[in-house]
């Protein structure tokens, strides 16, 4: 019988404790716990996390699967929303300081430390609802900041903190769907080229310069469940490869307009859906599902660690976390 050495060119590794970042298919020998390991693919999946203390919809949501902000949201009451902010330790929410204006069906993006709470819902302003307020947060509160252009809900986000945003998308009572996108630079809120297709309830995940627009509803015909995907590139949107299955008000997480996941959402109704879509920057492919059915979540994280929290209807506080493909290290055995 050949040896390892024979078939590979070199011998198994003696190492004191296992790699910090093993490379599929690595072998080595782990002279403190006198076994043989080795480096294999751990699929993706979803698991249950810490539930919210707020069961509510409608909302936005910033920073990582690890350390999370979700804030506003409609608490399963018609023409009801609600301020509550709640931090996420990776275990556990921790209710924080409120938003200023009570909203939901709005945006979000940035971090636990630094981000943005963008137009959305507000029953209290009547006929109309829809407002242009835009809250910035610090880590510790909210402050008013300038308002965007044009007042909308269901609108989608892009950005990585406080001072770097994109929006993008949106609705006007009572279903006129919106195109508008607008670039914040940390003081104030510029007009720059349209989406192609005006939608509103859709996906969005990024940055201010690289981002992407997913799924959503399109007013022709009205409220019409769409696949469509548009890539941002600094300056303007560009058609790319639709999605596998039509969503509308979905979880989203990424890092830019080539690396993102879209989870959840609508149809059917009204739970939602338990469907994961990632996109690698040229086609989206289907991957886990989560464990149980998510809609108008709030969401935030990458593409190999995101974080699902709330939604539904009737609402939940319930939270998912995902993990992606990852390699890990497994003993060998005889059997």
């Known amino acids: 019988m050949a040896t390892y050495k024979e078939i590979f060119g070199t011998n198994i590794e003696v190492l004191a404790s296992d790699p910090a970042n093993p490379v599929e298919g690595q072998v080595w020998y782990n002279s403190t716990d006198n076994v043989v390991k080795g480096a294999v693919l751990q699929a993706a999946a979803w698991a249950t996390g810490g539930n919210l203390n707020t069961a509510r919809r409608a909302l936005p949501g910033a920073g990582t699967r690890d350390a999370g902000l979700v804030f ?16 996420y330790n990776g275990s556990a929410w921790t209710e924080v300081n409120d938003l200023n204006t009570a909203r939901s069906s709005f945006a ?39 308002d965007i252009g044009t007042a909308r809900y269901s609108l989608a986000a892009a950005g990585v903190d406080n001072t770097s945003a994109l929006v993008f998308g949106g609705a006007t009572p009572p279903t006129t769907t919106k195109a508008e996108t607008e670039s914040w630079n ?12 005006s939608r509103y309830a859709l996906g969005g995940a990024g940055t201010q310069t ?6 959503g509803y399109n007013s022709s015909p009205l409220n019409a469940d769409v696949t469509l995907t548009e890539s941002w590139n600094g300056t303007s949107w560009t058609e790319v ?32 859906m338990t469907n994961t879509e990632e996109w690698d920057g040229t086609s989206w492919t289907e991957v886990a599902d989560l ?13 190999t660690a995101a974080l699902s929290a709330g939604g539904g209807v009737p609402v939940v506080n319930t939270t998912q976390e995902w993990t992606g493909v990852t390699v890990v290290p497994a003993t060998f055995t005889d059997s």
């Open 210 to 215: 690289s981002a992407l627009a997913f799924g």
């Open 72 to 87: 506003g949201g409609n608490p399963d009451t018609p023409l009801t929303a609600i301020a509550n902010t709640e931090s």
């Open 108 to 146: 979000g993006t940035g971090t636990p430390t630094s981000a943005l709470g963008i137009a959305g819902f507000n029953p209290a302003t009547g006929p109309t609802y829809q407002v242009t307020n835009v809250e910035s947060w610090n880590g510790t509160s909210w402050t008013e900041i300038t």
């Open 291 to 303: 464990n149980s059915a998510q809609r108008s979540q709030g969401s935030s994280g990458t593409t």
């Open 241 to 272: 490869n639709d999605m596998n299955i039509a969503h509308r008000q979905v979880g989203r997480a990424g890092t830019d307009n080539t690396s993102v996941l879209a989870f959840g959402g609508v149809p059917p109704s009204p739970p939602g």
């Open 186 to 197: 940390g003081s104030a809120w510029t007009e720059v080229n349209d989406l192609g297709t």
